[in-house]
């Protein structure tokens, strides 16, 4: 347990912290409660998911939650509130505002804040990946892993929200030629930041690998035109390889750590002082 001079130490931030998570859940909270259902009565595109694609806000709130209990100690201090500092408010603010205007299908203002949620946290997971390795399971755990779940399925909600702005009512008017064309184009992007981040470092980014998947697969799983079913189907088979790639990278550094840690015991002097 930390002590009471290290829980105090950036007691402000860690309190706005606490309360700008149960806003940002809050928000969420309100999408699936609503009457009539905020998903449901979404506009319909030819990029949108199954409804049981959004269950990962689930786990990345959870997740996260266990960010906000992490702050209190000192490793968990070090990285949330010296290294994230206030972009996690930043963060949680930005996505309750998204949330807000997507519920209401302001789907023009909603495009532009997923635009700014996506650049916040881009800018959070750059900060972790780059300064905040991983060094024990609670980091992994409690950072690593929801910020990159986060990441990646920000992405696939800035392309949604773009054919929500930009596309036809998939309800009221069929799917055209350049429909078809974008919709390719959005899935190849959705596809090629997967493949980014399988070759964004030797072992890759398994969770935000699989945050892509989950979301070509709920395209797949919910649009009926036969040129988008099956190119979302062949490209969440591709994403497999690199979530593959991912957890064979993963494995990899698992032996290596451990063999370096079996060396360093056999170079250990047998008498201490020696």
């Known amino acids: ?9 950036g007691i402000f931030l860690k309190i706005v912290n606490v ?5 940002f859940l809050g928000s969420n909270i309100y999408t699936v409660t609503s009457p009539g259902g905020v998903y449901q009565a979404s506009k319909e595109t030819y990029f949108t998911p199954a409804t049981w694609a959004f269950g990962i806000w689930s786990l990345i709130h959870l997740l996260l939650l266990g960010a906000i209990i992490y702050q209190f100690f000192p490793a968990g201090k070090r990285v949330i509130v010296d290294g994230i500092s206030w972009r ?6 930005l996505n309750a505002i998204y949330v807000n205007l997507w519920s209401h299908q302001k789907y023009i203002f909603a495009f532009i804040f997923a635009l700014l949620v996506s650049s916040t946290v881009s800018h959070i997971y ?17 950072i690593h892993l ?17 054919f929500e702005a930009f596309g036809v009512n998939a309800s009221t008017h069929r799917a055209g030629v350049f429909t078809k064309v974008f919709v390719f184009l959005g899935l190849l992007f959705l596809e090629s930041t997967s493949a980014a981040y399988a070759f ?9 690998s699989i945050a892509i998947a989950w ?3 709920a395209i797949f799983t919910h649009q009926s035109d036969p040129f988008i079913h099956w190119s979302a189907l062949a490209f969440s088979i591709l994403s497999i390889f690199w979530i593959l790639k991912s957890a064979y990278g993963y ?9 370096s840690i079996l060396h360093d015991e056999e170079r250990a002097p047998l008498v201490p002082g020696n």
């Open 1 to 9: 347990m930390p002590s009471d001079v290290e829980w105090k130490d």
């Open 19 to 23: 309360v700008v998570y149960f806003l």
């Open 88 to 93: 996690f408010p930043l963060l949680a603010v």
């Open 126 to 142: 750059y900060i972790i990946k780059k300064h905040h390795a991983s060094e024990n399971l609670n980091d992994e755990l409690w």
């Open 146 to 162: 929801p910020f990159s779940l986060y990441h990646g399925w920000t992405t696939v909600l800035v392309i949604l929200t773009a």
């Open 200 to 208: 964004s470092s030797p072992e890759g980014d398994l969770a935000a």
């Open 215 to 217: 979301g070509l697969f």
């Open 251 to 259: 494995c990899v550094l698992y032996r290596s750590s451990n063999v």
